[in-house]
């Protein structure tokens, strides 16, 4: 199985500051089609997981722009531009191209 | 409006049984591939069993293998996970969750908790 492992595990910032987090696969998530299936989650507390970034750096509906998605291959990052009171919960990568899709450990944000 | 409503889950003993549902409405539910993820207590998400649209193709997780049945309803927009030989390392929340392709998962439902405990 594919191993997504993401640091940091917690993550204390200050609002309005910027937040970075950090994932990296065991193996490429590069698809013959061109396409990185990589994706972002956030699990606010107490609800259930939304998807935030999909394909390494496309934001799905509704997400604000202070959330951007990088990277390539086997090295990924999501950051925050400005951290506000509703970012705080667990952020997951996780990876789609290979079966059984896996997640990181999960990153959990607190606010400062 | 997309919405997926789990429901299904509650206490079994171990070596019991139980059938999960998860309800879709606002989309063309039989036209989307279907997924199962769980979250055990204050652990992190892990993948358990997809279905394509039609419901001819299904897979696993290892730790589900043989276990778990995964099928649809698209008649009545309709996902189901069937659970037998429950054990105690199963207690999770599980989210139905549409996949839009290469597990994009999104929505997630609700969640429904299932606890097997003796």
């Known amino acids: 199985d594919v191993v997504m492992t993401q640091t940091p595990l917690s993550l204390s910032v200050t609002p309005g500051q910027p937040a970075s987090i950090s994932c990296k696969s065991s193996?490429?998530?590069?698809?013959?089609?061109?396409?990185?299936?990589l994706y972002w989650y956030l699990q606010k507390p107490g609800q259930s997981p939304q998807l935030l970034i999909y394909?390494?750096?496309s934001r799905s509906s509704g997400v604000p722009d202070r959330f951007s998605g990088s990277g390539s291959g086997t090295d990924f990052t999501l950051k925050i531009s400005r951290v506000e009171a509703e970012d705080v919960g667990v952020y997951y990568c996780?990876?789609?191209?290979?079966?059984?899709?896996?997640f990181g450990q999960g990153t959990r944000l607190e606010l400062k | 409006e997309v919405q997926l409503v789990e429901s299904g889950g509650g206490l079994v003993q171990p070596g019991g049984s139980l059938r999960l549902s998860c309800a879709a409405s606002?989309?063309?539910?039989?036209?989307?591939?279907m997924d199962w993820v769980r979250q055990a207590p204050g652990k992190g998400l892990v993948w358990v069993s997809l279905?394509?649209?039609?419901?001819?193709?299904?897979n696993y997780a290892d730790s589900v293998k043989g276990r778990f049945t995964i099928s649809r309803d698209n008649a009545k927009n309709t996902l189901y996970l069937q659970m037998s030989s429950l054990r105690v390392e199963d207690t999770a929340i599980y989210y139905c969750?549409?996949?839009?392709?290469?597990?994009?998962?999104?929505?997630w439902g609700q969640g429904t908790p299932v606890t097997v405990s003796p």
């Open positions: 969750v549409r996949n839009r392709g290469w597990s994009r998962f999104d929505p």
């Open positions: 606002g989309f063309s539910f039989s036209d989307y591939w």
């Open positions: 279905i394509n649209p039609d419901g001819s193709d299904t």
């Open positions: 193996q490429s998530l590069l698809n013959s089609d061109g396409k990185t299936y």
């Open positions: 394909e390494v750096s």
């Open positions: 996780m990876q789609g191209i290979h079966l059984p899709s896996t």
